[in-house]
Each structure stands twice: as C-alpha cells, then as structure tokens.
C-alpha cells in the first residue's frame, strides 16, 4: 500500500481500490480479513498487557487453529476474550474488532476455505504493515517538533 492511512477501514479501502478481481468486495472475504486484522492486533497488543507482559497464549492457540468459514466466529471470540482477559488496551485497534463484526455474515457461496484462509491471513498481514507505517509517520512528525 503506498498511501499511509489513518484508519484501517481506510487502509482496506485501499487495497479494495487495487483489487481488479472484485476479491475484497465479497463480505465473507472481508469479514476473513478483517478478523485477521483483529487477531494480529490482539497478538502485538499481548506483548504488552498489564496483566501478563509478553503472553503468546493467543498466539499459540491461534496456530492452532484450521482458518475456514466455520471457524472465524470462533477465531473472533477466542481474540476478544483474551483482549478482556489480557485487560489489552488497544486503542486504535478498537476499530478493527469492530470492522470484524460489522461485516454482514453471509455463506460462502462460492468461496472455498482456501480462499478465507487467504483473506484471513492478508488481514493479519496488511495489519501489521499498516501499525508499522503509522509508527513510522508518528516517529516522523514527533521528529519534526
């Protein structure tokens, strides 16, 4: 992604935007992708949790898991509880979880589970990509004080 975004929603949108196989405009892709997104925000977010700094436990279940259409709800839920139980502060991040949900639940017509785990892990991928991006212009205008 060239443009750096403010939102994620913003930054998906980009991605949309560059997409000419009409791939992210399915909702049950992007339902996999944005609880991709989510689940990677968790992760980054456990490092750093106040009641236990470095946790991969979600990690750890997480690659655990088989990414397909059945398991997304679960996949969901599983990154919420451990954002309460972890008391994760995810700030910004909030916006992902809420993405996640947002998007109508429709079966996947048509859409093999190959295809959501690619989603899914695009998600995962582009968040980490878009948190650098924005440290990166955070550092920059600290810089420029």
Request: glycine share 2%; hydrophobic share 35%; net charge positive.
């Amino acid at each position: 992604m060239e443009e750096n975004k403010e939102s994620f929603g913003e930054y998906f949108a980009q991605r949309q935007k560059t997409d000419n196989t009409d791939f992210y405009n399915k909702p049950v892709v992007q339902k996999a992708y944005y609880i991709g997104a989510y689940a990677r925000a968790v992760i980054l977010s456990s490092w750093y949790s106040e009641v236990s700094q470095k946790n991969t436990t979600f990690k750890t279940w997480l690659s655990n898991q088989v990414i397909s259409f059945r398991n997304l709800d679960r996949i969901f839920e599983m990154a919420f509880r451990f954002e309460q139980k972890l008391k994760l502060h995810l700030k910004n991040d909030s916006e992902v979880r809420k993405l996640s949900h947002m998007v109508p639940q429709d079966k996947p017509t048509g859409i093999s589970n190959a295809k959501i785990a690619y989603a899914f892990v695009a998600g995962f991928d582009d968040y980490k990509k878009f948190v650098d991006e924005n440290r990166s212009i955070q550092e920059e205008n600290k810089n420029n004080i």
